[in-house]
């Protein structure tokens, strides 16, 4: 059985999708976060955690709508800290810890590292230190790393009597994908968050996958590296 709600801010309602509309800039998004967890609880009453959900009611898909401001590269380089190139080492879907949230975590093994927070850079270890890259220990290559990101609100998670399935409308990366993405510290949560999204294709063309982001496509890893230093004004659809 597949068991959907819709949710708005006003009122819980079950319904034959359950779909969270939130218009909001994306420097709120970490608000928007902690406001899911809240309406997912409250969603269905009898539950204490979406494992019990699923326990009770078998499969059950989540879409989450949000709404923003137009946003090219240079929105996405003014909001977040970190930008590599990659392949995707790790994709899976996973709960909270008190599994009140869904939520995908990547590791994308770095190949070249176009931005990076100043706590990346500090030697000493401590509550400052934000980095987003984690040393590979399966790795036979020295020094290489790997950066961890968390997507939340968008994964797919195998429980007890069935699956939870989220969707943000962002992209869905799987392992082996060569990548560039930029990602913001999301202090609420403590995780590096994904925000604009590229493929290195075989041919060395660099593709947009947020499809929502007003953001060009590049010939080559260079000519995207030289708009990333540079970014050109976003162009409003309406312009085009």
């Known amino acids: 059985m597949i068991t959907n709600f819709a949710i708005d801010r006003s009122s819980v309602v079950p319904d034959t999708n359950l779909t969270m509309r939130w218009t909001s800039s994306w420097l709120t998004i970490a608000t928007v976060v902690a406001w899911f967890a809240g309406a997912s609880v409250n969603a269905a009453q009898e539950k204490r955690s979406w494992r019990d959900f699923v326990r009770q009611h078998g499969d059950t898909n989540i879409s989450v709508e949000l709404c923003g401001p137009i946003t090219g590269l240079k929105e996405i380089v003014e909001f977040t800290q970190l930008t590599v190139e990659g392949r995707i080492?790790?994709?899976?879907?996973?709960?909270?810890?008190?599994?009140?949230?869904?939520?995908?975590e990547y590791e994308i093994d770095v190949i070249r590292v176009f931005r990076a927070?100043?706590?990346?850079?500090?030697?000493?270890?401590g509550p400052l230190n934000l980095s987003p890259f984690v040393m590979d220990p399966l790795s036979m290559r020295p020094n290489a790393t790997t950066v961890r990101l968390r997507r939340p609100y968008h994964g797919r998670v195998e429980l007890d009597n069935g699956v939870l399935t989220v969707n943000s409308g962002s992209p869905t990366l799987e392992?082996?994908?060569h990548i560039i993405v930029s990602a913001y510290f999301d202090e609420t949560r403590g995780w590096w968050v994904p925000h604009g999204t590229f493929e290195v294709l075989g041919s060395g063309r660099v593709v947009h996958l947020d499809q929502k982001l007003q953001t060009e496509d590049y010939d080559s890893v260079e000519q995207f590296a030289a708009a990333l230093a540079n970014?050109?004004?976003t162009i409003h659809p309406s312009e085009r």
């Open 89 to 104: 080492t790790l994709a899976e879907g996973q709960l909270t810890a008190k599994e009140d949230d869904v939520y995908t």
């Open 117 to 125: 927070p100043r706590a990346a850079r500090r030697s000493t270890l």
């Open 175 to 177: 392992v082996g994908q």
């Open 231 to 233: 970014p050109p004004r």
